[in-house]
């Protein structure tokens, strides 16, 4: 069975530091991975997305994510937050023809 | 275009009632998810439609769980004999074709309160 883990529930930044959310996943085939954000309120928005080929891949508003299948990792970075990136961010995992299997979430917050 | 819509944005309900919750996916979508969302968690499974029938089930929690999609678009879950315990955000979503690595497209969803 597949699993995420994301080690950090909270993450506090201050605005324009560079920030590392991390994200480990457990599956024993091939996985697709995914990074979402849900801003407060709002439904969950698809950040980016690994299928295969380059293992960094770059989404939308300024994140970036590595996949290191050694280490069975996913994590996301940004090179300078702002403060309408706080947000909850969840590392999601899929294995062939699977729904999506989310992390518990890691609460960014981009203070002044 | 218009996004995946989900009505009504909140429900409460007292323990024991049914209801009934609904999506709207993005138009031409084929895939349809359904998930929960408790308090300070990620989103959990609970089933799939690929076009009208279920392809994956395996989430629902139990039998008082049950949803449809029965034209292929807009699905229902439907609860029967609420429990405290079913409190939650419940979340649809919609992919294009639901084959390997297709992105899904969530809505704002359904915030229930079991009383």
């Known amino acids: 069975a597949q699993s995420v883990t994301q080690l950090d529930s909270q993450v506090p930044v201050f605005e324009e530091a560079p920030v590392e959310l991390r994200c480990n996943y457990s599956?024993?085939?091939?996985?697709?991975l995914f990074w979402y954000v849900q801003y407060p309120n709002q439904g969950l928005q698809l950040l980016l997305k690994?299928?295969?080929?380059?293992?960094l891949v770059k989404g939308i508003n300024g994140f970036e994510a590595e996949f290191n299948k050694s280490q069975t990792s996913f994590h996301l970075r940004k090179p300078s937050v702002h403060i309408s990136d706080t947000a909850e961010y969840f590392c999601?995992?899929?294995?062939?023809?699977?729904?999506?299997?989310f992390g518990s979430g890691t609460r960014l917050q981009v203070q002044p | 275009g218009a996004g995946v819509s989900q009505t009504p944005s909140n429900k409460v309900t007292e323990k024991g009632k049914y209801v009934e919750l609904r999506c709207d996916p993005i138009?031409?979508?084929?895939?349809l998810y359904w998930y929960r969302q408790s308090l300070g968690q990620g989103p959990e499974f609970l089933i799939y439609?690929?076009?009208?029938?279920?392809?994956?089930d395996s989430g629902l929690p139990n039998d008082r769980f049950f949803a449809v999609r029965p034209e292929g678009s807009v699905s229902t879950l439907k609860i029967q004999r609420t429990e405290r315990g079913d409190s939650a955000m419940y979340l649809c979503?919609?992919?294009?074709?639901?084959?390997?690595?297709?992105?899904?497209?969530f809505g704002p969803g359904t915030r229930l309160l079991v009383l």
């Open positions: 979503a919609s992919s294009l074709s639901g084959v390997d690595g297709d992105a899904q497209y």
């Open positions: 599956s024993s085939v091939s996985v697709y």
């Open positions: 690994y299928l295969s080929g380059s293992t």
């Open positions: 999601a995992v899929s294995e062939k023809l699977r729904a999506l299997t």
């Open positions: 138009s031409g979508h084929t895939a």
């Open positions: 439609f690929q076009g009208t029938g279920a392809a994956d």
